[in-house]
């Protein structure tokens, strides 16, 4: 089984890639090697972010690793939340706020004009050497939170051709439309090609 660190903090993240990688591969977090502190992103766009916190991980660790960057893009807003998804209501990240501030801005806008996109950037870094996977979900935001699962803006993202929010499905049907798993999938594809 191949070991491979997964440069989050984030435990439900965790899961989720646990849940798609499958058994092959052994998933460590930083928190594992004594690193707690947040990984920066300091970068404007998603696949930078995902770079950074990779080439951050590695530096450190020298250790086989990837990281994600997701952002949320919602064409009323002109794309925004984007790249400030996670900080969207300020600082410290809240996501019950972030989706208040996201409802309050959508206010009175229509369904059918409340299209928006998931965007997930996974960048593996093996042996220093980057490699970059993309993932795109696109959907509509819901008119008010509906769902207990997932987390972040799932309550208030509805896939395309399908009539629950992504916090209303189970894991497995979460992973098999979502931006994280398709990019998730390509990286999967690409680790098992090369051991094979």
Known sequence: ????????????????????????????????????????????????????????????????????DTGLEVDYLNGAPGVYSARYAGEPKNPVENVRKLLAELEGVPFEKRTARFRCDVALVENGKLTLFEGICEGHIALEPMGELGFGYDPVFIPQGMDKTMAMLSLEEKNSVSHRGRAMDKLVCYLKGKAE
């Open 1 to 68: 089984m191949k070991d491979i660190v997964f440069a989050t903090g984030n435990r439900n993240k965790l899961r989720e890639a646990r849940e798609i990688l499958g058994g092959d591969f052994n998933i460590l977090m930083p928190a594992d090697f004594g690193f707690e502190e947040d990984i920066p992103e300091t970068h404007e766009t998603i696949p930078e972010n995902a770079e950074e916190k990779a080439r951050f991980v590695w530096d450190r660790f020298h250790r086989d690793c990837f990281a994600d």
